[in-house]
């Protein structure tokens, strides 16, 4: 069953796939492509620096400059949402709305320990409707 304060950290994707501060942006398409994702964290060592998105990598594509040739950093976004695992998920839900973030960082003790999507969210609510219409048969 659904719980009504539902934490971030019984839905969010745990240990990310991240990419270093120094690598190109076509390294980043090939982890992209080979893990089936569309954010990347940007990490310099452990340290959560940026956030690489899949149309950050489409708006490079646009430059006569190889993606090879371009590095990650240069075109990562500095600002973050950044969230604990213990916040509530109709919160991160209603922020990443309100803001149109693509996804949270979930981050505990300076560690990325997750990370939560728009389409985690939808996920989510597929379940939630999926839920009503199956307690709609029953009554």
Do not use: W
């Not at 990490?43 to 490079?60: F, M, P």
């Not at 505990?108 to 389409?119: A, K």
Request: glycine share 4%; hydrophobic share 45%; charged share 25%.
């Amino acid at each position: 069953m659904v719980q009504v304060e539902q934490r971030l950290r019984a839905v969010m994707k745990p240990s990310p796939i991240t990419i270093q501060v120094g690598l190109s942006l076509e390294d980043a398409r090939q982890r992209m492509f080979e893990h089936h994702i569309r954010h990347l964290p940007v990490v310099e060592g452990t340290r959560l620096v940026g956030l690489l998105s899949e149309r950050d990598l489409s708006r490079a594509e646009t430059t006569r400059v190889p993606l090879k040739l371009q590095k990650v950093e240069d075109v990562m976004a500095t600002s973050l949402y950044v969230c604990h695992p213990d916040e509530l998920l109709a919160r991160v839900a209603t922020d990443m709305a309100n803001h149109r973030y693509g996804c949270a960082i979930v981050v505990e003790r300076d560690q990325i320990v997750g990370m939560f999507t728009t389409v985690d969210a939808l996920h989510r609510l597929a379940a939630l409707c999926g839920l009503v219409e199956m307690m709609a048969q029953v009554a």
